[in-house]
C-alpha cells in the first residue's frame, strides 16, 4: 500500500464552526506533514511529526491545530477560520528521518471558510 | 521569501520533442532536489530526485541535471508524451533526515499530439 488518503475531499464550513481533517497512510512512514496549496502558488509547509512528536511548526496561527494519535494518522483540527484560509491542504507522509527520502502525498482537501 | 524558483509558470511541446523545466534556488544549504508530478485533482507525485553529490541522474524518459555554482536544477523529458501533461513542481530540502522541504511555484506542461 502507497497510499496516502484525506478524508473528506471538500469542506465548506462557516468562521464560526470546528472541523477536522484526517489523513492516513500504511507505508511505516514516521514522519507526516500538513502544507497548505493556494491557487496558481507552491505547496507551503505547515507542519511535521517525526515519530508522532511535533517537529516544524511554520509559525501557523493557533486556529490549526495538529494533531499525531498514532504512527498511521494525522489529523488538522480547524476552529473561527478565515475566508484567506480557504485552499488546499496537503498531507504527506515519508520514510523516518535520517536520510534523503520522498514525500508521499495525498490528493488534499480543499477547503472553502465562507 | 521564495528560495526555489521557477521562473516559467507553462511549457508547450509536441509530442516526441523533449521538454525542459528548469528550476532555481537561493539557499546554498540545500542539500537534496526533487521534481514532482501533479495531475488536476490529485496531490503530487515524486518522480525523480538528485543529491548535491551528483550533477545527473536519470531514469527512464526522465533526467535531472545539477549545476551548484549556478544553483540551477532542470528537468529533461524524451520524448515526451501527451501523458506526461501535468504541472511540475520543483523541491529542495537541507541535510539528511531535514524535513522542511520548500517548493517552486509550477511549470504547467503541456504536449501536444
Known amino acids: 500500500d502507497t497510499e496516502v488518503t484525506q478524508t473528506p475531499k471538500h469542506l465548506v464550513m462557516g468562521m464560526t464552526n470546528k472541523k477536522s481533517l484526517k489523513c492516513e497512510q500504511h507505508?511505516?512512514?514516521?514522519?507526516m506533514y500538513w502544507y497548505k496549496q493556494k491557487a496558481k502558488k507552491p505547496p507551503e509547509l505547515m507542519f511535521v511529526y517525526s515519530y508522532e512528536k511535533l517537529s516544524i511548526n511554520e509559525s501557523v496561527p493557533s486556529r490549526f491545530s495538529p494533531e499525531c494519535p498514532n504512527s498511521s494518522l494525522l489529523n488538522l483540527h480547524l476552529h473561527a477560520l478565515q475566508p484567506e484560509d480557504s485552499a488546499l491542504y496537503l498531507c504527506?507522509?515519508?520514510?523516518?528521518?535520517?536520510?534523503?527520502?520522498?514525500?508521499?502525498f495525498g490528493p488534499g482537501t480543499r477547503l472553502t471558510v465562507l | 521569501d521564495q528560495q526555489v524558483k521557477q521562473n516559467s509558470p507553462s511549457l508547450s511541446v509536441q509530442e516526441g520533442r523533449i521538454s525542459i523545466l528548469n528550476c532555481d534556488y537561493t539557499n546554498s544549504m540545500f542539500d537534496y532536489f526533487l521534481w514532482y508530478k501533479k495531475y488536476p485533482a490529485e496531490g503530487p507525485t515524486f518522480l525523480i530526485s538528485?543529491?548535491?553529490?551528483?550533477d545527473k541522474n536519470e531514469d527512464g524518459r526522465f533526467t535531472v541535471f545539477l549545476n551548484k555554482s549556478a544553483k540551477h536544477l532542470s528537468l529533461h523529458i524524451v520524448p515526451s508524451q501527451p501523458g506526461d501533461s501535468a504541472v511540475y513542481f520543483c523541491?529542495?530540502?537541507?541535510?539528511?533526515?531535514?524535513?522542511?522541504?520548500?517548493f517552486g511555484a509550477g511549470t504547467r506542461l503541456t504536449v501536444k499530439p
Open positions: 507505508m511505516g512512514h514516521r514522519a
Open positions: 538528485i543529491s548535491s553529490i551528483k
Open positions: 504527506a507522509s515519508s520514510q523516518p528521518t535520517g536520510g534523503y527520502n520522498e514525500q508521499f
Open positions: 523541491a529542495a530540502s537541507g541535510a539528511p533526515g531535514n524535513n522542511d522541504m520548500r
